[in-house]
């Protein structure tokens, strides 16, 4: 495996359902990220964790659970989401806390019923 | 408030054309412009980046042309393939303090045989 992975790639899930999706970077990257990409909209960046530990939670509702248990693992944990949630959730890595040399996963398309 | 703008919403150019995408921003902290290209199913892959201090930067068929005093960027693409065909994203950041990409809503580029 090389480069950022996540899975799974699609989740159907309704509004009182649970789910994580899950992002594992090969990169040896200290630096992990969250970004949502809904439709017609910027790409907007939800969650960063530098070496394991969160710095940056972009006002995103309570619904979206991040955890990091190493630097090179990623979950976001969902639960009781709304419909206006479906978007592709991308993660990204970088050697550092820095916009620069932004690697990112292929994602995972949700859709919430 | 949306940092950076990005124009054509969508665009049409023929095998061999230039491709042309722009993007403006009002932030004159940001010192780090990269451009991303995304493939259907795909994330979002660094394509080129520029700093600033120069007003063109060249990578292959691909160039950024950045006018400081306008703050705006733009992406060339000199003889457009159909491989080309993707959506491409604008981006600017403060590398010195932040970790945030600050994203353009995306171009979707069709180039035609």
């Known amino acids: 495996e090389t480069g950022v992975t996540q899975t799974p790639r699609h989740l159907v899930m309704g509004m009182t359902n649970k789910k994580s999706l899950k992002c594992e970077q090969h990169?040896?990257?200290?630096?992990m990220y969250w970004y949502k990409q809904s439709a017609k909209k910027p790409l907007e960046l939800m969650f960063v964790?530098?070496?394991?530990?969160?710095?940056e939670n972009n006002s995103v509702p309570s619904r979206f659970s991040p955890e990091c248990p190493n630097s090179s693992h990623l979950f976001l944990h969902l639960h009781t989401l709304q419909p206006e949630d479906s978007a592709l959730y991308l993660c990204?890595?970088?050697?550092?806390?820095?916009?620069?040399?932004?690697?990112f996963g292929e994602g995972s398309r949700l859709t919430v019923l | 408030q949306q940092q950076v703008k990005q124009s054509p919403q969508s665009l049409i150019v023929q095998k061999g054309g230039i491709s042309i995408i722009n993007c403006a921003y009002e932030?004159?902290?940001?010192?780090?412009f990269p451009w991303y290209q995304q493939f259907p199913g795909k994330g979002p892959a660094l394509l080129i980046a520029?700093?600033?201090?120069?007003s063109e930067k060249k990578e292959g068929r691909f160039t950024i042309s950045f006018n400081k005093s306008a703050k705006q960027f733009s992406l060339h693409i000199m003889d457009s393939q159909p491989g080309d065909s993707a959506t491409y994203f604008c981006?600017?950041?403060?590398?010195?303090?932040?970790?945030?990409?600050?994203f353009g809503k995306g171009t979707s580029l069709l180039v035609t045989p």
């Open positions: 964790y530098n070496f394991k530990e969160q710095t």
């Open positions: 932030n004159t902290a940001f010192d780090y």
């Open positions: 990204a890595s970088s050697q550092e806390v820095r916009p620069l040399g932004l690697f």
């Open positions: 990169l040896g990257h200290n630096a």
């Open positions: 981006a600017a950041a403060d590398s010195n303090s932040g970790y945030a990409l600050n």
């Open positions: 520029i700093r600033p201090d120069v």
